[in-house]
C-alpha cells in the first residue's frame, strides 16, 4: 500500500525524493541540488573554489567564478576567506570544493594531483594536520554573501594525515552551524575507485572512494 500511493505522489509531482547516494558526475549532482533545494532562486551562484571549472561544463547557470589562482581566469581572483569587493547578499547560492589534501598526503605521480586534490596548502602539526583551519574564515564570508535562504553546497572529503583520520565533514557541519547556517543533508558521492598512490606500501585504513556533499541553508530552517 505504501508503494503504491508513493507511486502515486510521485505521478503527481508531490513527492520526488533525491538519492543519499550519487554515483554520476559532480555537476549532474549539483543541477539536482539546486533543483530540489532551493527556495529562492539560486542564480546567480558563486563558485568560490573555481579551478578549471569542472562542475559547470555543459551548464547554462550563471556563475560567477572566484579563485585564488589567476591561471583559472576566474572573475574575481581572490581568496575566499576573505572575498574582499563581494557585496553582501548578492548571491542564491554559494559552492565550496576545498583542498581535500595536504602536502603531505601528494601524490607527485601525477601531474594535475595538486590542483585536483588541492595537496599546496599547508596542513601541519600547528593546524592538528588538518585543513578544517580553512572552513570558518570562508563560512563567514559565504554567510555575508548569501542572500537569506539562500543555499551552501560544499563538497567534503575526509582524509588520513600523521597517521589519523580527520572527519572533516564533521568539521565542516559543525562550523557552518556555528557560523549561523542550518546543514540541512548530506549527500555520499561515490566514485568508480578508490584513490592510490605509489608512495604507499602498506594500507592502515579503508581507501575512501566516496566524499561528501553538504547542503546548508542561510536560514533558520530547512524547509522550503
Known amino acids: 500500500m505504501t508503494v503504491l500511493v508513493q507511486k502515486e505522489l510521485i ?4 513527492y520526488r525524493p533525491i538519492s543519499s547516494v550519487w554515483e554520476g558526475n559532480d555537476g549532474e549532482l549539483i543541477e539536482n ?4 533545494y532551493a527556495s529562492i532562486p539560486p542564480e546567480p551562484i558563486l563558485d568560490a573554489t573555481y579551478n578549471r571549472g569542472r562542475f559547470w561544463k555543459g ?3 550563471n556563475v560567477v567564478s572566484m579563485d585564488i589562482n589567476p591561471k583559472f581566469e576566474p572573475m574575481i581572483v581572490g581568496d575566499n576567506r576573505v572575498m574582499e569587493g563581494v557585496p553582501d547578499a548578492a548571491f542564491g547560492a554559494v559552492v565550496y570544493d576545498p583542498p581535500h589534501v595536504g602536502p603531505q598526503g601528494r601524490d607527485k605521480s601525477s601531474k594535475k594531483f595538486d590542483e585536483d586534490f588541492g595537496a ?3 596542513c601541519g602539526k600547528e593546524h592538528d594536520w588538518s585543513l578544517s583551519y580553512l572552513y570558518p574564515p570562508f563560512l563567514a564570508q ?8 539562500g543555499l ?3 563538497k567534503i572529503t575526509d582524509m588520513v594525515n600523521s597517521h589519523r583520520a580527520k572527519w572533516s565533514h564533521c568539521d565542516f557541519m559543525r562550523m557552518a552551524d556555528d557560523a549561523g547556517f542550518t546543514v540541512c543533508d548530506l549527500i555520499v558521492k561515490i566514485r568508480t575507485g578508490p584513490m592510490v598512490s605509489t ?5 592502515h585504513h579503508a581507501r575512501k572512494r566516496h566524499c561528501f556533499w553538504i547542503i546548508c541553508r542561510n536560514s533558520s530552517r530547512c524547509e522550503r
Do not use: C, D
Open 142 to 149: 559565504a554567510k555575508r554573501v548569501l542572500k537569506p535562504e
Open 33 to 36: 541540488l539546486l533543483q530540489f
Open 120 to 122: 599546496t596548502v599547508a
Open 11 to 14: 505521478a503527481v509531482g508531490e
Open 152 to 154: 551552501l553546497l560544499a
Open 59 to 61: 551548464s547554462s547557470r
Open 199 to 203: 608512495k604507499w606500501s602498506t594500507a
